[in-house]
């Protein structure tokens, strides 16, 4: 029987289930496209790995770049869904904010889900093979990262960290693919951004406290129980002090710290709100991240002007 209500972490007036024709619904419930919160934080990363590569060369990223990898990021987070929604759809049945997904809930077969996998990929590697060789094979490293992390909640208390090494992929292929290689800078704003997806993600998982406790499901927020506030603030700190020096790092012009600082205030707060009785707070805090990441990458593109030499005087 086919479910038409929203699912529990998206808004209710999302516009799949809003204007979405029936038969579409489910396919684009698969992909998450009625909750893009997390299409945007596996897109800001690889935004901001291009921002931070331009700026190094005091210019604007290219805006090729954005596009492709606003396309390539879109469908294989859609295909990563799909993919963690096959393995997880026992669990999914036990979770009340899981049990209605497509897959959970036999909307759309096993069959059928591989076959939309197939066709995102497809799609993907096509772009993927217009970038130059470094970033394919960042690209193609990036699948084992993809396919081990719908596991790492059975074997790991820290399935989030797995997802921070996977979300945050994208900054090492963006920066490749705008400047032909990797460096300092841009591993360290990556060691940035794995901390950043640990502390959203733990926030996140403050949702399924309960659930997960029920299920045998393991994650960072049930490993922290009540410090799970003071694990976020210190995930946040680590993050806020990586992208500073990334972008030092870099040589970046003075403009970025202003919004660093902007970024740092956002992150800090969310940590001293969160509380780990209140899962409908946890999923607002969650997605205020589209902001944080965004003002990340104005502190990038702002960095331009006046980017010379690294600020440590030598060249990394």
């Not at 998206?10 to 799949?16: E, G, L, R």
């Not at 090729?64 to 096959?86: E, Q, V």
Request: proline fraction near 5%.
């Amino acid at each position: 029987m086919t479910t038409t209500a929203p699912l529990p972490d998206a808004a209710p007036t999302n516009w799949v289930d809003r204007y979405a024709p029936l038969a579409l619904r489910p396919w684009l419930k698969l992909g998450r496209f009625d909750r893009p919160a997390g299409i945007w934080l596996l897109l800001l990363p690889v935004w901001q790995g291009i921002a931070l590569a331009a700026a190094m060369e005091r210019r604007l990223p290219d805006l090729r770049l954005i596009i492709l990898f606003a396309i390539g990021s879109a469908l294989m987070r859609t295909a990563g869904c799909a993919f963690n929604d096959i393995v997880d759809r026992d669990i999914d049945a036990k979770v009340a904010r899981t049990a209605a997904r497509p897959v959970a809930s036999g909307q759309i077969s096993v069959k059928g889900a591989l076959a939309f996998i197939a066709a995102c990929c497809l799609i993907s590697l096509v772009i993927l093979l217009s970038f130059n060789g470094v970033t394919i094979g960042l690209g193609v490293a990036s699948l084992a990262l993809v396919a081990l992390y719908p596991f790492m909640k059975r074997i790991t208390w820290w399935p989030q960290a797995w997802l921070g090494l996977t979300f945050n992929w994208g900054a090492l292929m963006g920066f490749a693919a705008a400047s032909g290689g990797l460096s300092a800078p841009a591993l360290l704003l990556y060691a940035g951004g794995v901390f950043w997806t640990l502390g959203y993600d733990t926030i996140y998982a403050v949702q399924d406290l309960e659930d997960d406790a029920l299920a045998g499901v393991k994650s960072s927020a049930r490993r922290l129980g009540a410090s799970a506030p003071r694990g976020v603030m210190i995930f946040y700190f680590l993050a806020i002090v990586l992208a500073a020096t990334a972008c030092m790092a870099g040589g970046l012009g003075p403009l970025f710290l202003p919004l660093v600082i902007v970024y740092g205030v956002h992150l800090i707060r969310q940590a001293r709100a969160l509380r780990i009785d209140d899962p409908m707070l946890a999923l607002r805090l969650f997605q205020s991240n589209r902001s944080a990441g965004l003002i990340l990458l104005a502190a990038l593109i702002a960095g331009a002007w006046g980017a010379g030499r690294p600020w440590f005087g030598v060249v990394l």
